[in-house]
């Protein structure tokens, strides 16, 4: 500890990435002086992260199983025109709630409700004026504009409804590709409706979109949302929560020259690229790196820029494969046609679809995954084997 700072570490946003790490920091770590700056002042916004029991270890799942709200043993389901299927994977769900139950004690006052306007290697400025110290400082902020990546995105609105009678689901259904595969504002994207049942009578009906731009309209999705409900036959009490998210799915881009735009700062979650780049999933790198920085002797900035930068280089190189399938994807398929591809995924051994929603798909699984007459036109698929190192589908989050 340096006693002239105000903090050994402050982590800058209060999302998952820095909810995680500073949980891990307090439990193996609790004599640093850890301080989270959020605008807030909650961990974790208004969001609900899911993962499937391969995608953690055993001794994490524990870990996490105060923030953990639900638990489906029965393992989830997919629906696309031409296959239904059931998989055996148990399903876990953790919470923002549960989250900050979990963090806000252990941090006390040092979850300091701000925004920092100034973010530098030995301290953070707030809009307040206020500036707080530390020997190490951490931007989990989450995603921004970048020319070096070239992003497709991941648009959502979820809403928790209570229903006037039991809606019969007894375990998540991850995708329903049957909906019809409408566009979202600008160019064409893959919609799919997504259910979490949390109890009887309560459950979640998020509308996503694998989009072509990172537009959110919250009305016309609300609308949607509301119509699936009725086609269910569900007879909607109550909105209980409302969440929201536009992720990045990567499909190339330059990791060096998005390391040299961010500064000298040490970044996590997805500030440092570190998700699935298929699925968007962020909670198992989130753990990842929250157990690596806790088990760090040197929390200093430089100590911190150079392994979080490290890893995410190391995870950029090891992903190339799932870069290779969204460029397929989002710029290979036909649009009215993308959801094919996602249900040739799904048909295949369950082995192969635990693996890939881990990031550690086998040689094997990738030759399985390309085998056969692709879904896409083989033309545009030859074009895309090919990765570029400049971003050209960038943009902002919305």
Known sequence: MDARTDHDLILVGGGLAAGLT???????????????????????????????????????????SFATAHRWEAGYDVFFHGLSRTLDTPYNSLTSERLHDAVAPLLGDRLIAGEAVEIAPDH?????GRTLTATGVIDARGPSATPHLGLGWQVFLGRTLKLAQPHGLTRPTIMDATVGQFALGEGDAYRF????????????????????????????I????????????????????????????????????????????????????????TTGY????????????????????????????ARSKALWADRAFYRLLDRMLFRAAEPGERWKVLRRFYGLNEGIVRRFYAGRSTALDKLRLLAGKPPVPVVKALHQLRETRTGNVAGAVA
Not at 29 to 56: C, K, M, N, Q, Y
Not at 124 to 128: C, E, G, K, R
């Open 22 to 64: 500073a949980w891990r920091l307090a439990l193996d770590r609790p004599g640093l002086r850890v301080a989270v700056v959020e605008r807030d002042g909650r961990i974790g916004g208004r969001h609900t992260w899911s993962f499937f029991d391969g995608d953690v270890s055993e001794a994490d799942r524990d870990w996490l």
């Open 282 to 309: 962020s909670l198992p790198d989130a753990v990842a790196t929250a157990r690596m920085i806790a088990g760090m002797e040197d929390l200093s900035s430089a100590a911190l820029r150079a392994a979080t930068e």
């Open 193 to 220: 409706v997504y259910l979490l049942p949390f109890d009887a009578t309560t459950v979640l009906i998020e509308d996503t979109y694998y989009a072509d731009a990172p537009t959110l309209d919250r009305e016309l």
């Open 124 to 128: 953070v400025t707030l809009s307040d």
């Open 222 to 277: 609300r609308a949607r949302v509301d119509a699936y409900a009725r086609s269910r036959g569900w007879m909607v009490e109550a909105v209980v929560a409302e969440e929201e998210g536009v992720l990045p799915i990567v499909l190339d881009g330059d990791i060096d020259g998005f390391w040299v735009e961010g500064g000298a700062v040490a970044r996590v979650g997805l500030a440092a690229a570190l998700f699935h780049p």
